[in-house]
């Protein structure tokens, strides 16, 4: 029979004040199996670990209890210990009798009862474990960073400045996300291209770094260390080696489409360059809006290419590629236009949101930095700016607070002043939220310096009446409605989760939270880990942030990534489950339960892979006939459990 | 006159948030009966209704299955399989007779050490006027 | 209505083409008015075979048998087991088909139509007969049974001395078949739970009372398990009496097999081991009845059953037995499943 110690701790008065420990000790002693039982005032203490380490040597141990505080806070110091006196790491089992015993009871005969029905579940629990060792697999050391905005590129430098190789896979034809988009950032007002393309530039030079533009993530198999992903790589039909960016073919070609990159302010040829310092610095012809190619029905754009860089025969490209850790950036999207009629977005070409009026300010935007209106290019003197338009709002739209809109509001306010210093702007906001090193300053610079009007208040309708704008609202301070005739209305709309966030977190498994976006494993101790071993959240993917915040985050993520990429090989729980194959009919229940694709029918039988179990034991509740259980908390053990807490 | 009748419950918490919760609890000193021993699982997924029904046979006035509120799983999933699961054996044990007061599930969250307290006040304070459970007590 | 004599026809077939190992079916028993299962190897024994309201076995529990028969061969024969089934039975078939227990190519089903009709029930028929000795009992024209006893035939309305749970029947027909006999009628459908929520309506005491009468006379003999082609572990969680002990099993193995429940068919003993039952056969039932005609103490496990098939389609919407490609009920869940009895 194995021979078991029990140690129960006073935790000074913590738990001897309402447990009599020495009770707990003594009538543990006569419990069968237990060979030495004893109390002491700190367990935690040196002391108190090398009584147990003494008691597992002199009197032959082979498992021990310490009754003590919550597993969460000394599993790990005692399992050490007993590891020290020689003792599998799993022949140490903790008995909670503080947080679910000591302090919350206040009657000490019963609080000891308790005690000693838990210490005892605890020693038949022991007694059944089974010693084992981490499961070791090996690391393949490459990440893979998904999205390259400036979340997917701080990631994807960080990684590989660290010596570790990157695929960056982007689903547009260059990198540089929504940050390219932007005139200038707020507080600083720094040029955001001029700040972000020389990243840019350094992921397309850097040896370290596989860029893979107009490509998506298809599939992914395997677990942390080992993951192998199919990447689609589409057809730009433009040989990127060969083009000299002379520009010829979009000259030629015929097609006129919106262009996504100004938010349909401008327009595009069906073959185009994203903006002029995209990434990689080559065309992409648009094979949706190219009157044909099978057969092709123009191919002006090839005949004047004279590098013959244009490719009509390219076709898509499925790339495998292994890597240990992926990286999501997936980025954010502006809450969809149709969702807002009461505000006229898509209506009035002079109602534009948050991006579409950066690109207005943009020194390289369809306006050449002039600030004009869409509808007749004529300067605008009144502009409202409204804010939390989707965001907080529980009832028709988002719930949450979309976090950049009141800076960067109170940042379009300020640069508009600066364009047309005899225009008026005005800021309908709920409340302001400026945390942030130099935010607060940054609005109220906006207030003092550029005089921004601030009318606190909901707008509730907009409509057009003689060339103008009504803006009908309510300053809820001076408690008057306001009607204003505004030039132009620029929206601070809501920041989703971008659209195809959805499907690629069921590719990568990982949780999307109530809003769509990806769900960390944690809200504030794990907030770059995803529940997926092995992937990690950057960016605005994972809530709304602004951009030192997605860059922080990326880093963090980069640094999570190069904790697993930096060791040859990783270590997994061994509390995995375990096939009876005896038992199993191959009926296939568990396979369908378990959340982590870890089970497999092979021959008609249940087979685990171990490395992707994470032992929570599904399985073994779906299993009709106990022929899958998990390693350490079996069935068996729960049972004697119940037996012992039930006082038999 | 006769000592006040103590109900015997056992609680499988899962581990992640409802035994997490309940160390909450401690941690906060709140108060509550102790009646309870808890058995904490990997998973709620992870319990089985041969426990309920074991915990009964064996003498249990009471069982309480808790685990993470939906949506908030540690291993994704797990609370949705058990509150289905629980669902069944609740509506069979109702069914057979046994008072439906004596079988409860909950979701307790870790940060939900005040809703753990409350549950086990409930729970005893409802288990009480019933009286010992012996219709699937074992009497051999 | 199902013509026996094409029935035969395909039976010797499929015998003489030899695409079957053999037929399951049913024929008249040498003692008894109830047919029995028959077993038949070759296209001489085809006449044997026969269909009336007396072919009350599921014979899909004779798979189970099959396939451990074919296990231990070295040199299995291949080919399908022909096998004829109700609708009852081709629901327990599909959730065999579901669980991978069989493969589809293991069996030839020759289906069955009840149409509007069924099996019988044989204290009915007592009761309608007042105890008169029947010779004979086939299937007649408008949903009748003809009977013949010592007084000559009588047409006897099929509902009035149909089975319970053929009143309450929502799949009269086979729902997979490789051919099929008989008329996809569907059965004007009673109340599927009218049985069960007669006794639902009682308040909890009477029903404890009743489980507990009915559950004290259970003398632990597994005919119910035996019966059942759900029942087909190789060792029972919910009985030590079977544990599969083999020379293969280690010790370790041995020592993790658990005592869930007691032999001694006491009030908890008894109670435990048909609570396992029907939670193990939740959504898994196809209320063949079979438990409940073997029970020599005429125990009413149907109502056991059937009560969590009626959960099992109120709360989540499931049916056991009709398609086999969807996930088994306690394998698969919804966002929107109630959660109104969770704290």
């Known amino acids: 029979m194995k021979r078991t110690g029990v140690f129960v701790c006073h935790c000074g008065i913590n738990i001897a004040g309402t447990v009599d420990v020495k009770r707990v000790a003594k009538e543990l002693s006569k419990h069968s199996g237990v060979v030495h039982s004893e109390d002491y005032v700190y367990m935690c203490s040196d002391p108190g670990q090398n009584l147990i380490i003494d008691a597992i040597k002199e009197k032959k141990l082979d498992n021990v209890v310490i009754a003590c505080c919550s597993p969460t806070l000394h599993e790990t110091t005692f399992r050490n210990t007993s590891e020290s006196a020689g003792l599998n790491k799993f022949q140490c089992e903790i008995a909670n009798i503080r947080e679910q015993c000591s302090w919350v009871h206040k009657d000490m005969d019963k609080a000891t009862e308790k005690a000693i029905k838990i210490t005892k579940s605890a020693v038949e629990k022991v007694r059944r474990n089974e010693s084992l060792e981490p499961i070791s697999i090996p690391v393949t050391r490459r990440a893979l960073v998904i999205g390259g905005g400036i979340a997917g590129i701080q990631s994807a430098l960080d990684l590989a400045n660290t010596g570790f190789e990157v695929i960056l896979v982007e689903r547009e034809p260059s990198i540089g996300g929504h940050m390219i988009q932007l005139s200038e950032t707020f507080p600083t007002l720094d040029c955001s291209q001029c700040i972000l393309t020389p990243k840019m530039v350094e992921v397309s030079k850097h040896p370290n770094i596989k860029l893979m533009t107009y490509s998506e993530v298809q599939e992914i198999s395997g677990y942390v260390g080992n993951f192998i992903v199919k990447i689609l790589k589409k057809p730009t039909y433009v040989d990127a080696d060969k083009c000299t960016l002379c520009d010829e073919c979009t000259k030629v070609c015929p097609v006129v489409v919106s262009n996504e990159f100004d938010l349909g302010l401008t327009g595009r040829r069906a073959i185009y360059i994203p903006f002029p310092q995209a990434i990689p610095a080559t065309y992409t012809l648009d094979i949706s809006a190219c009157p044909g190619l099978l057969p092709i029905a123009c191919g002006k754009c090839a005949d004047v290419c004279e590098p013959g860089a244009i490719d009509f025969d390219m076709k898509p490209k499925i790339v495998e590629e292994e890597v240990g850790a992926i990286i999501v950036a997936s980025g954010f999207d502006l809450y969809e236009k149709e969702l807002m009629g009461e505000y006229g977005y898509g209506k009035y070409p002079d109602v534009l949101d948050g991006l579409q009026f950066e690109r207005l300010l943009s020194a390289s935007g369809p306006t050449m930095g002039k600030v004009l209106r869409p509808s007749d290019r004529k300067e605008p003197k009144e502009v409202v700016f409204i804010q939390c338009v989707g965001s907080r709002d529980p009832e028709l739209h988002c719930p949450y607070c979309s976090k950049i809109c009141c800076m960067y509001t109170a940042k379009h306010a300020m640069l508009y002043k600066h364009h047309v210093h005899d225009g008026q702007a005005y800021i309908f906001y709920i409340d302001i939220r400026s945390g942030g090193k130099g935010y607060e300053e940054f609005v109220q610079r906006a207030v003092e310096e550029d005089g921004v009007l601030y009318l606190r208040g909901k707008v509730s309708k907009i409509f057009e009446e003689k060339g103008k704008i009504k803006v009908w609202g309510v300053d809820t301070l001076a408690g008057k409605d306001i009607e204003i005739d505004a030039d132009m209305v620029v929206l601070a709309m809501a920041m989703r989760p971008s659209k195809e966030a959805e499907e690629l977190a069921k590719k990568l498994k990982i949780a999307l939270d109530k809003d769509g976006f990806l769900a960390e494993a944690h809200p504030k101790l794990r907030p770059v880990e995803s529940v997926s071993s092995g992937m990690f959240l950057a960016g605005a993917a994972q809530a709304p942030k602004d951009i030192p915040e997605a860059v922080a985050q990326a880093s963090g993520a980069a640094s999570k990534a190069v904790a697993i990429l930096s060791q040859e090989r990783l270590s997994h729980a061994p509390t995995v489950a375990k096939v009876n194959v005896n038992l199993c009919s191959g009926c296939g229940m568990c396979v369908l339960v378990c959340p982590y694709d870890a089970l497999s029918l092979k021959d008609g039988k249940v087979e685990v892979n171990e490395v992707l179990c994470e032992g929570c034991g599904s399985c073994s509740a779906t299993c009709l006939r106990a022929a899958i259980q998990v390693k350490n908390l079996t069935p068996l053990q729960v049972n004697e459990m119940i037996k012992v807490s039930l006082g038999g | ?140 | 209505m199902v013509n026996l004599d094409n029935l035969k026809k395909e039976a010797n077939r499929i015998l003489k083409e030899e695409k079957v190992k053999y037929i399951i079916g049913y024929k008249k028993s040498s003692n008894g008015l109830f047919t029995v299962p028959a077993f038949i190897k070759n296209p001489e024994e085809v006449e044997k075979l026969t269909w009336d309201p007396t072919c009350v076995y599921n014979l899909t529990r004779f798979l189970v048998d099959e396939k451990r028969k074919k296990a231990k061969e070295k040199e299995p024969d291949e080919r399908p087991v022909g096998l004829i089934v109700k609708g009852c039975d081709s629901r327990a078939l599909v959730v065999l088909l579901q669980e991978k227990f069989i493969n589809r190519d293991d069996v030839y089903i020759l289906g069955v139509s009840c149409e509007e009709t069924g099996v019988l029930d044989e204290k009915k028929l007592a009761k309608t007969l007042k105890g008169k000795k029947v010779k004979n009992i086939e299937f007649g024209k408008n949903d009748n049974f003809v009977v013949t006893t010592k007084d000559g035939k009588t047409e006897i309305p099929a509902k009035e001395i149909l089975a319970e749970r053929c009143l309450e029947c929502n799949a009269n027909f086979p729902v997979i078949s490789d051919i099929l006999f008989g008329e996809k009628v569907k059965r004007k459908s009673d109340n599927p739970f009218e049985s069960l929520e007669k006794f639902e309506s009682l308040s909890k005491e009477e029903r404890w009372t009743f489980w507990k009468e009915q559950l004290d006379k259970c003398i632990r003999c597994y005919a119910c398990r035996s019966v059942c082609p759900m029942c087909y572990c190789d060792e029972c969680v919910a009985d030590t009496i079977n544990f599969a002990v083999i020379a293969e099993t280690t010790a370790e193995e041995k020592a993790q097999k658990i005592k869930w429940v007691e032999k001694s068919p006491v009030t908890s003993e008894n109670f435990v081991y048909h609570l396992v039952r029907a939670i193990h056969l939740a959504g898994r039932c196809i209320d063949c009845g079979e438990c409940e005609r073997a029970c020599p103490l005429d125990i009413p496990l149907r109502l056991l059953n059937k009560k969590l098939e009626k959960e099992a389609k109120e709360l989540f919407g499931y049916e056991a037995g009709f398609d086999a490609d969807v996930p088994s009920l306690v394998s698969s869940f919804k966002d929107e499943d109630p959660e109104d009895f969770i704290r």
């Open chain 2, 1 to 140: 006159m006769a000592e006040e009748f103590e109900p015997k419950i056992v609680a499988f918490l899962c581990k992640w948030c409802s035994s997490a919760g309940s160390d909450l609890a401690g941690v906060s000193r709140m108060e509550y009966p102790s009646n309870v021993v808890p058995i904490t699982v990997m998973c709620s997924g992870s319990i089985s209704p041969l426990y309920i029904f074991s915990a009964f046979n064996r003498g249990a006035d009471g069982v309480l299955v808790s685990g993470c509120h939906p949506g908030d799983c540690h291993y994704i999933k797990g609370n949705f399989y058990a509150r289905r699961r629980i669902a069944l054996v609740k509506k069979l044990l109702d069914y057979i007779g046994l008072e439906p007061q004596r079988f409860q599930m909950s979701w307790v969250s870790a940060a939900e050490g005040k809703k753990y307290t409350q549950i086990i006040k409930d729970f005893v304070k409802e288990l009480k006027p019933l009286g010992p459970q012996t219709k699937l007590r074992r009497n051999l």
